[in-house]
């Protein structure tokens, strides 16, 4: 590890041993009523997977990650070959306006993906921190609980070794976050971001993102089916 | 924490019911960092002039903040090569980058705001045309991860028969859509373009349509005279399935239906826009089985002396709907309470000639602009070219400041954006010295 990313991993506070450890899915029960303000996507009005193509938007970034085990891999290793639904997380995101709206969205997809072994043999879930310096392998671990090891559906828990390796991957996905100032110009706990879920593609192309107004379960799915039967097309 | 989590709970809210929002209510419902309080600066996309200053196209940023001993001046200014017809801009989702576009040479230049203060130029795109014969890049409307543009014509006649463009966030052409043509759900597509409104719960982008280049680049005086030429306006409206990037329906709205705005209100479906040649207000809504339908609900000014709508602004609550037209240099607030049949409460001349009109999230300050085209502005005495700023307590418009562009040498002011100073460092600025979160 360089310096800088030594740095980095410094600063992980002594605090992050109290941090939620709760699996995902409890999360989202606890939290089980949507945001009133939010307006749920209509996904009648969406099309039927395979009647509409989605544009290769960008080529989704390589970079190290680490396994909740603390084994580095490439997340280009993580991606080849398969769909993916690519978050970034961090695991004590806990206020019920915030978070869960994702998590309900993933935890759905997980849901259906174990509804659906055909096409949970072609996907996956990818949940990347936004906080290495706090969110450690063993803490994704916790995070991740029983997930990691289902063999039905593969979900990922990765962080990375430092806010260096983290970089290249926010900005080759576009995941702008940044981190609130004290009075002082302190650097605070508060990291603002805009919610995005990305879709993958198996040649890890970036198909589709979703941010707050059109995140639905029912939409990701139809991606993925869309991109399984684009895939099956010799 | 509580604060990152108020700022998403705003955003949540803000973006009801389209899970729609931005800061000036007419940006992209996929934009982040909505500015709901008080703008601190308003960026403004200016045509440069030829013998005037360094003649050169612009973007200058006025510092909009009360309580700065700069307030009402300009306080950056900066100039890309050459004049191209500076129009539109709009930001990225993540509100980062300011895209702005010129509709003659069809460059656009992006700009990164992370000090909105001093803007940066970061990147030229100049490859429009060449890689998808759209011409006139317009309206630049931001999604998830990528930018959608409306183009306004096309390499091969410079009419007004154009496309839609995707662009990812680094700049890349992704995909293009051409604009409706032939029968469309009944009605028949003209293939213009102009402005693009998407309501994301409905899975449902509304757009209009203007006129190609051989028009928007004509003398006005000329242009008027030309009867084949004013046959050459859009008539139409198109709906798409926004997923799916395909055009469903056509609907006919005469007269060159320009910048479309959905109301903001939760549980609200229906969009307005406002017809330049004919000087309606037109109502897009369900009717009882579900199809889009458009109707004209109202009138702005006396149509027969062609005031010219040339853009429109909602209130935050959908309940109201600022007017300008250019020729009368007016400024019209509309009760938009049942938008069936919108009425005309307030108006005011605000300048000789006025173009665009911004407001603040919160309805209280107005923002007006002076430039439509170069070769449509005013000659002479009325060629002003002014910001002026309001303040609007549901009464009366009173002026806060004003930005003679003329007299300070800077050229035509165009479009405007607002920005605030942000609250934080990117994780990227951070790197270099300071840690990241005060975790310990």
């Known amino acids: 590890m360089n310096r800088a990313a030594r740095r980095w991993r410094l600063v992980a506070p002594a605090a992050a041993l109290a941090c939620w450890a709760a699996p995902p899915s409890a999360h989202a029960a606890k939290d089980a009523a949507p945001p009133a303000a939010r307006v749920e996507p209509d996904v009648s009005r969406l099309p039927a997977p395979g009647t509409y193509k989605l544009p290769r938007l960008f080529a989704a970034p390589d970079g190290e990650v680490l396994r909740p085990d603390g084994r580095r891999l490439r997340l280009a290793q993580v991606l080849a070959g398969r769909l993916s639904v690519v978050s970034f997380i961090y695991t004590y995101c806990r206020d019920p306006e915030g978070c869960p709206l994702a998590w309900r969205a993933l935890d759905a997809v997980h849901a259906a993906l174990l509804a659906d072994p055909a096409l949970a043999r072609q996907a996956q879930l990818v949940s990347i921190s936004f906080d290495p310096s706090h969110d450690t392998p063993e803490q994704m671990r916790l995070f991740g609980g029983a997930r990691i090891a289902d063999p039905r559906v593969r979900w990922w828990f990765l962080t990375t070794a430092s806010v260096p390796r983290l970089l290249p991957l926010l900005e080759g996905f576009g995941q702008d976050v940044s981190v609130e100032l004290d009075a002082r110009g302190r650097p605070t706990r508060t990291l603002n971001h805009l919610l995005k879920v990305f879709v993958v593609d198996g040649r890890r192309g970036v198909r589709e993102v979703y941010g707050v107004p059109t995140l639905a379960p029912q939409a990701i799915l139809n991606d993925l089916r869309t991109l399984a039967l684009e895939a099956a097309v010799p | ?440």
């Not at chain 2, 029968?183 to 757009?207: E, F, H, Q, R, S």
């Not at chain 2, 089985?289 to 935050?316: C, E, F, R």
């Open chain 2, 1 to 440: 924490m509580t604060r990152r989590w108020i700022r998403t709970a705003a955003l949540v809210a803000a973006l009801s019911p389209l899970a729609a929002g931005a800061d000036e209510t007419c940006n992209s419902p996929y934009m982040a960092n909505l500015v709901k309080g008080q703008e601190d600066f308003v960026h403004v996309w200016t045509l440069g002039v030829k013998g005037m200053g360094d003649g050169n196209d612009k973007l200058v940023t006025i510092d909009a903040h009360p309580k700065s001993k700069n307030f009402g001046k300009v306080v950056h200014k900066l100039s890309v090569p050459g004049r191209g017809e500076a129009h539109h801009m709009g930001f990225t989702d993540d509100r980062r980058y300011l895209w702005a576009g010129r509709l003659d040479d069809n460059k656009i230049f992006v700009f990164d705001l992370v000090n909105p203060e001093k803007p940066k130029l970061v990147r030229t795109i100049d490859n429009l045309a060449s890689k998808t014969g759209f011409v006139g890049p317009h309206t630049f409307y931001a999604m998830p991860g990528r930018m959608l543009v409306q183009a306004l014509s096309n390499t091969k006649d410079h009419g007004g028969v154009t496309g839609l463009v995707l662009f990812n966030n680094k700049g890349k052409i992704v995909d293009k859509y051409p604009m409706p043509v032939g029968d469309v759900g009944g009605a028949a597509g003209d293939g213009y373009g102009y402005d693009i409104a998407i309501n994301p719960a409905k899975n449902t982008m509304l757009t209009s349509s203007f006129t190609g280049w051989n028009n928007y680049m004509m003398d006005l005086g000329k242009l008027v005279k030309d009867a084949e030429a004013m046959k050459r306006f859009g008539n139409t409206m198109a709906v798409w399935d926004v997923k799916a990037m395909k055009a469903q329906k056509v609907l006919a709205v005469p007269g060159a239906p320009l910048e479309i705005r959905w109301s903001l209100k939760e549980g609200d479906n229906w969009a307005v826009t406002a017809t330049a040649l004919t000087s309606k207000i037109w109502l897009v809504k369900q009717d009882a089985q579900g199809q889009w339908q458009a109707k004209d609900v109202a009138t702005i000014g006396d149509p027969a002396k062609i005031p010219l709508p040339v853009d429109i602004s909602i209130t935050a609550d959908g309940k109201g709907l600022w007017v300008n037209t250019f020729m009368d240099g007016t400024t019209r607030y509309f009760d938009l309470s049942n938008p069936e049949a919108p009425k005309q409460t307030y108006a005011k001349q605000t300048g000789r000639q006025v173009n665009m009109i911004s407001q603040s999230w919160d309805g209280k300050r107005v923002y007006i602009t002076s430039s439509l085209l170069a070769n449509w502005d005013k000659k002479g005495e009325d060629n002003e070219q002014v910001v002026r700023a309001y303040d609007w307590d549901g009464k009366d418009l009173k002026l806060a400041f004003e930005v003679d562009f003329n007299q300070l040498q800077l050229g035509r002011a165009h479009h405007m954006k607002f920005s605030v100073r942000p609250a934080g460092k990117t994780l990227g600025q951070l790197q270099g010295g300071t840690r990241v979160a005060a975790l310990q």
